[in-house]
């Protein structure tokens, strides 16, 4: 789960993280009233969306006087913003956040998030801070800095002293740095975060430490014990689809294929997408329909995939462990004849009760096109949704 950088500034405050005065806005007339109550020379005018990008794509202006923050309020506020974290339709902005100017003098990237390779939390910090740290790793891997916590240890004070000089702090600096990262890495813990991201981590001329930006990402599976960090959640910024899918309880995420996919298990949904990128097509969703998928289940799992206009070809492949292939075919079977569906549908079945699921399938008289490995589905499909054969 995703929250806004107003939001993620706020628990950045409770944990005792240095942030820059700020104040959420939702007219142009409450901006200006903000930037008033900043009383700063400057103040910083930012969309409130769900994505990085923002200030290349309008969505943050540098503004000297109340007024000039109403002003740019209005031209933010309203605007479809187009970053490269947006679908391709862009996000509305319905929200800014006014916010004390900061005297900047560098500007550095710090991360907090779990290396599963390692087994271990993991600091990442680099002085290249405002850049996507993607290009940077890629381009200038030495300016990467990274810090191992051991769980059972967990994070000493010489670690983030190393990481400050290595990011070429002076002392003093260095000394607001472990409180920093201290303030980060107990909200990473406490609140069950996935990641914490501060790009950029500003150095002020005075030598004082703020977290300009901020970035604060949840793993949902943990949100069942944080119910402040559930109450955050922000509906207009999450795709409909995935919404309307956690509330049957479906593990569904948009991407930008025509090749929908309805799978059961997250290891085999990641193969399928694999697959059909191996057969030169591109799926328009990941979707786990999970062990208990039932009839009803499966009808709504086609109305999530057929809710994309982009979809040209289905994939079906259910692999019968706990979840009965019999079953799959029936509920198949029915939602394809009651939704009517009309792109192409091909239908992989293996396991339990594989054979009386393909027999089902087979007497349907519906349209539906088997397939026997998960290559030769790849094939079908792909050939389908380009509308030839394999």
Known sequence: MNVHEYQAKALLREFGVAVPDGRLATTPEEAE????????????????????????AGGVKVVKSPAEAKQA??????????TPQTPPEGKLVRKVYVEAGSDIERELYLAILFDRSAE???????????????????????????????????????????????LGLNGDQVKKLVPFVRGLFALYMDKDCSQVEINPLVV???????????????????LYRHKDIADLRDPDEEDPRERAAKEIDLAYVGLDGDIGCMVNGAGLAMAT?????????APANFLDAGG????????????????????????????????RCDLIAEGV????????????????????????????????????????????????VVAAAKGGAA
């Open 204 to 222: 002020t001329k005075q030598g004082d430490l703020f977290a300009l930006d901020g970035k604060v990402n949840f793993d949902d599976n943990a």
């Open 73 to 82: 309020a209005s031209e933010i506020l309203g605007m479809t913003l187009h």
């Open 273 to 281: 997408l694999d697959m059909i990128d191996f057969c030169g097509g």
């Open 33 to 56: 009233k903000a930037a008033r109550a900043l009383g700063t020379s400057v103040v910083v005018v930012k969309a409130q969306v769900h994505a990085g990008g923002r200030g290349k």
């Open 292 to 323: 208990g998928a039932d009839k009803e289940k499966v009808k709504e799992a086609f109305k999530l995939i057929l809710r994309d206009e982009n979809v040209k070809a289905i994939l079906v492949n259910i692999f019968g462990g706990i979840v």
């Open 333 to 380: 079977s029915a939602a394809a004849a009651e939704l009517e569906i009309k792109v192409p549908l091909v239908v992989r079945l293996q396991g339990t009760k594989s054979a009386e699921g393909r027999e089902i399938l087979a007497q349907s008289g519906l349209d539906i096109t088997p397939a026997e490995t998960l290559k030769d589905a790849g094939e079908l």
């Open 120 to 166: 271990r939390f993991t600091i990442v910090a680099s002085t290249e801070g405002g850049m996507e740290i993607e290009v940077v790793a890629a381009e200038t891997p030495e300016k990467i800095l990274t810090t191992q916590v051991e769980p059972n240890v967990g994070l000493r004070d010489y670690q983030i002293r190393e990481l400050g000089f290595g």
